[in-house]
C-alpha cells in the first residue's frame, strides 16, 4: 500500500472520497495494518489503533481506522476535500504517509489527534 519515499515520508495512491464524517478514516483492518508494520517499533505492546498521519497535497491530516470503508479509499471530510486540489472525487490520488517519528511531531505541534470518528 505505501513504499518508501524520503527519510519523512512514505508513498502511496488511495481513492479519495469526501465524507460528511468530522475525521478522515480508512478501512480499520488497513489502518491496523499500517501501524504493525510502519509504525510499531515492535517492542512490547503498542497502540494499533494510533491515527496515521497522511499528507493530501499541502495538507497534513490525522487518519483513524473504521469499519465499512472500502479498501484503498480515504474518506475525507468535504470541507478537507475542498481544500485540495482533487476534481471529481472519489479520484486516484498520490498520498503521503508520514513516518512514525515524524507523525508523533506532526501530532503534537498541531495539538490535535484527529478526533474520534463518529
Known amino acids: ?3 518508501e519515499f524520503s527519510s ?15 475525521a478522515a478514516v480508512i478501512d480499520r483492518e488497513q489502518h491496523e ?4 508494520e510502519l509504525y510499531a517499533s515492535g517492542e512490547g505492546l503498542e497502540r494499533l489503533d494510533a ?3 497522511m499528507k493530501i497535497h499541502e495538507q497534513h491530516v490525522p487518519v483513524h481506522g473504521e469499519d465499512g ?3 484503498d479509499t480515504l474518506l475525507l471530510p468535504e470541507s478537507m476535500v475542498d481544500e ?3 476534481e471529481n472525487p472519489p479520484a486516484l490520488t498520490e498520498v503521503f504517509l508520514a ?4 507523525a508523533k511531531q506532526l501530532l503534537r505541534i498541531t495539538g490535535r489527534d484527529g478526533g474520534t470518528p463518529t
Do not use: C, S, W
Open 1 to 3: 500500500m505505501f513504499e
Open 8 to 22: 519523512g515520508y512514505y508513498l502511496g495512491r488511495l481513492y479519495v472520497q469526501p465524507t460528511d464524517e468530522n
Open 33 to 36: 495494518h499500517v501501524n504493525r
Open 51 to 53: 491515527p496515521l498521519v
Open 69 to 71: 470503508v472500502p479498501r
Open 84 to 86: 485540495t486540489r482533487i
Open 99 to 102: 513516518k512514525a517519528d515524524r
